[in-house]
């Protein structure tokens, strides 16, 4: 056997399990050799989740990425004969109409996504499963392509591993701890093992529930938690003896009770002969520090296998046995039965991508078998391309700001996710109330004065409406409708339609202390900037303006969509909440590799912003400002960026406008804001909450949101978001976005869609959120263009002016004709729709105050 490497090109930690192989399996996919794996256990592993894993696939997530890596998973598994196509099962009892929703919810989410999910009848369920008790369910949901990794995903590893190993690409060592990383200059340069150090170009932590154990000796943490999983066993079952098959039924998911059930096949198979059963706890789950992990030699059973108290499960496994009465009359094999671990993760995305504080030091932890390949062909081509054809912006570890790596967020986030893994039907608007009031404006108090109904954003505490106007239903309650279903208008205060009209007719100011900001300072400062942005930022001319800009990829796609204050000395981003951290880190890693003399500094919770906008917003700023001449149409440019002072305070006001109105962003010193709230109140202006801007606008005037708009996916003509010359200077993306304007069209566009009938079978008026397929109304197909790029609502809301449903949708080009008529689906039912809009243009013009259509 060959001596242990001092040196590697890439080495992996946590080969054994089934991410850390797929992740070596898909890089020599993509031409890297020299890659050495390393496991704490044996290779494939005997202690980590996958040793153990329930091995389920189920592609039923209500995003587009999550279907995306579980179904090319699946075509994985199925390629190499490792897939039991079976078939799975969701269940909705009699009596839990919410559950039901959720299933035609889910089954609608695959129509958008790829999958063939479908409702189901009770009596094709008893047919399908006939261990269930046909008159307790009410429907279901049946996915063909659900099944199970055969004979286990921990098979499937070693496997993988074999054939690196034989191809001469991989070398791996089981058994073998790392104890540290080699680092130097903030870049990778080996891991320290007990066995000896090697030297490396490229470390990826793949370690699963011990990831963070790694990320710890890179100085930074990660936001995951392993939590106990309770997994039974009941047995003998002996119905599939004789057939070699691991399992026989569907699998079966019965979330309302926050629990499954499968059968493990042949009694001679591995583990066969005997029913499965798995719950996660919803009140009260058990979330372990990797810290605190047993080693191997230690643990009674396995670090990642603890001991299983049936308290723990009596109560669900007795509604289960009413659901399934075979439960009860089988014998539990309480040898077999145990506390699995499994990692749940703050925003239920894994930590993928590289360090934020280590170049070269990559990420691949929080992610479940059913991704596991998925998962590992896109960090390979990230690896490679620095892209992925998917658009991995939820993943990215890079998106995670400093607060959100602390241990007491994650442990509140952790906790949260952790009781919503199985059961609850997760609302898209849904908030945390965990991990809340890390950050809050100067004007936080006032805000809550006014009955400020909050959610959060990236720390931020924002209010979406605020309670002290409810007043305006009186006058505007005649065009804001009542939402009579409860799911859409959960987390929606009815109030914010009427500050929208009266921010329309009027004046608001709105809190968007969100913004996260960024200064770029240095020789290269503007050098960077240029290289970054698709606008031009050099030159004279630019200096004391704000440049809407975006940043796109080496393919051309859209990677950022942000503003640039050009000024005298530095380029301060001002970007949105979610997407800024990983344009901060993305802006830093460039300047590095690109050797710019540059400094990148957040700036963020320095200083903050007002809106003001409404046909009355100058008169209004004109009343506090110290030169009421320096705000005249004359003297104020769109676009421009000028000093104004108010209340005796520095402001710096930018003329944009996120709403469609004319107004302004006042930014300022965060110690100074109060003060020109205050002032700002005085004249009597009301204040707006933030559902107004972040949606209600901004869909009337069809602009686009980063990371639901506009994504990786699609270029910036397709988003008719191109200006019309290409700028002289070079940038990143410039070859391809030639390439693309060149087209005599492009393959698809970025469209605005008007709901024109919103009323359900039952009668009642719905009003949608989260994405819904979009349809050809002839074939009843959701739409796909030339690039197999499916068509899905990325954005909607109820527009007051418009009084209409508005939303944001990729259009195949043959379907993007204005007055198209197509349909949605929502909750299982189809509603129809026109093409409002082909590209950017506005539904309506606050100049006219009127709307287009």
Wanted: hydrophobic share 40%; charged share 25%.
């Amino acid at each position: 056997m060959a001596g242990f490497p001092e040196k590697a090109k890439v080495v992996i930690v946590g080969l054994g399990g089934i991410v850390g192989a797929s992740v070596a399996h898909h890089l020599i996919g993509r031409g890297w050799d020299d890659i050495v794996g390393i496991d704490k256990s044996g290779i494939p592993t005997d202690i980590g989740s996958t040793a153990h894993a329930s091995d389920f696939c189920y592609a039923t997530s209500h995003d587009f990425l999550s279907c995306w890596t579980t179904l090319y998973s699946i075509e994985f598994f199925d390629r190499m004969g490792h897939y039991a196509r079976v078939g799975g099962l969701e269940v909705a009892r009699v009596g839990d109409d919410a559950r039901m929703d959720e299933i035609r919810r889910k089954v609608t989410s695959g129509r958008a996504f790829g999958t063939r999910a479908r409702l189901i009848e009770p009596a094709e369920i008893k047919e399908k499963f006939p261990l269930i008790e046909e008159d307790l369910v009410q429907g279901g949901l049946w996915d063909p392509d659900a099944g199970l990794v055969i004979p286990r995903s921990q098979t499937v590893a070693g496997r993988l591993v074999d054939q690196g190993v034989a191809a001469g690409r991989l070398q791996a060592f089981a058994n073998t701890s790392a104890r540290s990383l080699v680092i130097e200059g903030g870049r990778i340069r080996g891991v320290v093992t007990d066995r000896g150090t090697i030297m490396a170009d490229h470390v990826v932590v793949c370690a699963g529930l011990w990831g963070r154990l790694i990320a710890e000796m890179a100085g930074e943490d990660l936001p995951v938690m392993p939590i106990d999983h309770p997994l039974t066993f009941f047995g003998p079952y002996n119905e599939f003896a004789g057939t070699g098959k691991e399992i026989g039924w569907p699998l079966l998911r019965d979330q309302g009770n926050s629990a499954y059930m499968r059968d493990t096949g042949d009694p001679k198979t591995a583990e066969g002969g005997q029913i499965e059963w798995g719950y996660y706890e919803e009140t009260n789950p058990r979330l372990v520090h990797p810290r605190d992990l047993l080693e191997k030699e230690e643990a009674r059973l396995s670090p990642s296998q603890r001991d299983l108290d049936m308290d723990q499960i009596m109560e669900p496994l007795e509604r289960a046995m009413e659901l399934t009465p075979i439960l009860g009359e089988l014998g539990y094999n309480e040898s077999h039965s145990f506390n699995g671990l499994l990692q749940v993760t703050t925003d239920g995305g894994p930590s993928m991508g590289e360090s934020q504080k280590v170049r070269g030091l990559w990420y691949a932890v929080g992610i479940w078998v059913k991704d596991g390949p998925g998962m590992g062909k896109l960090i390979a081509d990230w690896m490679t391309d620095g892209r992925t054809p998917i658009d991995h912006n939820r993943i990215d570890y890079s998106r995670f700001q400093p607060f959100q790596l602390q241990e007491d967020f994650i442990t509140a986030r952790c906790t949260e996710t952790a009781m919503k893994v199985y059961n609850p039907a997760v609302h898209p608007r849904e908030p945390f109330s965990g991990g809340r009031n890390v950050r809050r404006s100067p004007f936080y108090e006032r805000e809550k004065e006014l009955g400020g109904y909050f959610m959060e954003l990236g720390g931020w505490e924002r209010a979406h409406g605020y309670a002290a106007n409810e007043h305006l239903l009186e006058k505007y309650g005649a065009r804001v409708p009542v939402r009579e279903n409860e799911w859409d208008n959960r987390h929606f205060w009815r109030v914010s339609n009427a500050e929208h009209l009266a921010l329309s007719e009027d004046c608001g100011i709105i809190n968007l202390s969100h913004f996260a900001m960024y200064d770029v300072e240095g020789p290269d400062h503007v050098a960077l900037m240029e290289w970054l942005c698709a606008a031009k930022i050099g030159g004279e001319a630019n200096i004391g303006k704000g440049i809407y800009t975006h940043f796109l990829d080496e393919e051309g796609m859209v990677r950022a969509d942000l503003t640039v204050f050009r000024m005298a000395d530095r380029c301060r981003v001002v970007d949105g909440a979610d997407a800024g951290p990983r344009d901060f880190n993305y802006m830093k890693r460039v300047a590095q590799d690109k050797g710019f003399d540059v400094t990148v500094t957040d700036v963020t919770e320095k200083y903050i912003t007002l809106g003001i906008w409404g046909p009355n917003a100058r008169v209004t700023l004109q009343n506090v400002a110290e030169d009421p001449g320096g705000l005249s149409q004359e003297n104020f440019p769109f676009a421009a960026i000028k000093p104004i002072r108010i209340a005796g305070k520095d402001v710096t006001a930018f003329r944009i406008s996120y709403v469609g109105e004319q107004g302004w962003e006042l930014h300022m010193a965060y110690e100074d804001g109060l003060a020109v709230w205050d002032a700002l109140r005085s004249t009597g202006v009301i204040a707006v909450g933030v559902e107004t801007y972040a949606n209600t606008r901004r869909m009337e005037k069809s602009l686009r949101l980063q990371n639901a708009d506009l994504l990786t996916e699609y270029n910036l003509l397709e988003a008719d978001l191109a200006r019309p010359k290409v700028k002289e200077a070079d940038f990143c993306g410039k070859a391809k976005h030639l390439e693309y304007k060149a087209r005599e069209h492009q393959p698809a566009m970025l469209c605005t869609l008007v709901m024109t009938d919103n009323v359900d079978a039952a009668g009642v008026a719905r009003y949608p959120v989260g994405n819904m397929p979009v349809v050809d109304p002839a074939t009843g197909e959701t739409l796909v263009d030339e690039l197999g790029r499916r068509s899905y609502t990325t954005s909607i809301a109820y527009g007051p002016t418009l009084a209409k449903n508005i939303a944001l949708a990729w259009l195949p080009w043959s379907y993007c004709q204005e007055g198209r008529e197509l349909a949605v689906e929502y909750f299982g039912e189809t509603y129809p729709v026109e093409v409002a809009a082909v590209g950017y243009k506005s539904l309506y013009d606050p100049e006219n105050l009127k709307p287009r259509s």
